[in-house]
């Protein structure tokens, strides 16, 4: 029997308003199949689910700063209101002395000027879908008649602008836009003025289910070495001349772990379990991937979401992530940050036939091991409390001293090996 002991002193919970309906039909969506699980709902969340969700998530939290996060399907079918009362809840229920940020993750298209100024009125913080330049975004991101939906998407990002809206674009790596890392960054960088960039591997299973099962993926996935290449090529361009002013989380990742501070997302870290998925019924299941009968943990209105998340089945749910580590992981080399990445995707073999190997581990393996050398100066600057934007003078002198170099000369870098074994061979 869990108790209160077992709570962690917060976790993070997704919520579901609409459950899976949207108004897009994105080709890859994982969560467009779970309007299986509720047939003949109208997947709209109650009021008076609502507010027992606030209470029972709000009073469970024991941080001074309290996310709330809504995602979908799309959450702004819900329409305006629902917000308004969501906040006005959330101040009602919130702890003394807690603050809250509210987070919502959207396709953008329904964003108008009313939505937008409610946003900034309340400090949201908008996740807003965007797989790149609209020829990539448009390839997989089409609304249900098989239209592009990249207009409608920037327009809405051009409201979110307007209002001075805070925006983490968060762009799915797949087949269409794999192979063009740079261009899609810098898509963002220049086109959208973006700040803050997540990339979000698909990694799609390929079965009639949509559950976490078998062993094959679509070809609308990502490729694992592709998905390395894609991640190395835009640091590259990031450490020489954006650190500092857009901020890209796997990097942030990458370098907290280099610092040797704990990562601020569950796939990087060693367990997980504090990231639970709450559907529009109050059904509240083990995490937004595992939104499946075998990780439901229960309903928050027949027994207290405390008690849910501080259960058995949720703390194994969250160990398992260690417990199952393969051997070839528990032997690798940057471990300390990648941790053998989500339990989603562990389902290839390691060389030694072992099962359970992450899907994306050789892309990474090489990405990791790209930024070792960068993330050891910055890591390394930030210890002498030094900006770790200072990196991309010094990357400068080296792309200055590595122009200069004949194959010959011991490689400027300071690796100690020749010119031509190092850099000039194309070494990271
Ligand atoms: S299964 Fe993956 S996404 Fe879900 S909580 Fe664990 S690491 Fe995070
Ligand atoms: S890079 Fe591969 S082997 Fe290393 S920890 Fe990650 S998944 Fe495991």
């Known amino acids: 029997m869990a108790t209160t002991?077992?709570?962690?002193?917060?976790?993070?919970?997704?919520?579901?308003?609409?459950?899976?309906?949207c108004n897009l039909n994105c080709q890859y969506c994982f969560f467009l199949t779970k309007e299986q699980l509720y047939p003949g709902s109208k997947f709209r969340m109650t009021d008076e689910m609502l507010e027992e969700y606030l209470r029972q998530y709000l009073q469970a939290q024991r941080i001074p700063e309290i996310t709330i996060a809504w995602q979908g399907g799309e959450p702004t079918l819900m329409g305006l209101d629902f917000f308004r009362r969501s906040v006005e809840l959330a101040e009602k229920h919130k702890p003394a002395r807690a603050t809250l940020q509210h987070t919502m993750q959207t396709n953008g298209t329904k964003l108008n000027d009313e939505w937008c100024s409610f946003f900034k009125e309340h400090n949201y913080l908008i996740g807003l879908s965007i797989d790149g330049p609209p020829d990539m975004h448009d390839v997989y991101r089409v609304d249900k008649g098989g239209r592009p939906s990249s207009a409608r998407v920037l327009r809405g990002l051009e409201y979110l602008k307007k209002h001075d809206v805070d925006v983490n674009i968060l762009c799915t790596v797949h087949a269409a836009n794999g192979d063009h890392p740079r261009e899609v960054y810098r898509y963002f960088r220049d086109d959208l003025e973006a700040q803050f960039i997540q990339f979000i591997a698909i990694v799609e299973r390929d079965n009639e289910t949509g559950f976490q099962e078998g062993d094959t993926v679509t070809d609308r996935s990502v490729g694992a070495e592709q998905y390395g290449q894609f991640l190395s090529s835009v640091f590259d361009e990031w450490?020489?001349?954006?650190?500092?002013?857009?901020?890209?989380?796997?990097?942030?990742?990458?370098?907290?772990?280099w610092v040797g501070a704990p990562p601020a997302l569950c796939v990087f870290s060693p367990t997980c379990g504090t990231a639970l998925a709450l559907e529009h019924t109050g059904d509240l299941y083990s995490c937004d991937h595992f939104v499946e009968p075998d990780c439901f943990l229960g309903n928050i209105t027949e027994a207290p979401m405390v008690e849910l998340v501080a259960s058995e089945k949720q703390r194994k749910f969250g160990q398992d992530k260690l417990d199952t580590l393969t051997r070839y992981c528990q032997e690798c080399s940057v471990r300390f940050v990648c941790h053998g990445g989500c339990p989603k995707n562990r389902f290839i073999e390691t060389p030694d036939g072992e099962t359970g190997l992450?899907?994306?581990?050789?892309?990474?393996?090489?990405?990791?091991?790209?930024?070792?050398?960068?993330?050891?100066?910055?890591?390394?600057?930030?210890?002498?409390?030094?900006?770790?934007?200072?990196?991309?003078?010094?990357?400068?002198?080296?792309?200055?001293?590595l122009s200069r170099a004949r194959p010959s000369d011991p490689c400027p870098c300071g690796s100690g090996r020749l010119s031509k074994d190092c850099h000039a061979s194309g070494a990271p």
């Not at 450490?239 to 772990?257: C, H, K, T």
């Open 5 to 21: 002991r077992d709570l962690p002193s917060s976790f993070h919970l997704l919520a579901k308003p609409t459950g899976a309906v």
């Open 239 to 257: 450490v020489r001349r954006d650190v500092g002013s857009v901020f890209v989380q796997i990097f942030d990742i990458a370098l907290a772990a």
């Open 358 to 401: 992450n899907y994306l581990c050789a892309g990474y393996k090489a990405f990791f091991i790209h930024v070792d050398r960068p993330m050891r100066i910055m890591a390394s600057l930030l210890r002498k409390n030094q900006a770790p934007a200072e990196i991309m003078e010094i990357e400068a002198r080296l792309q200055a001293a």
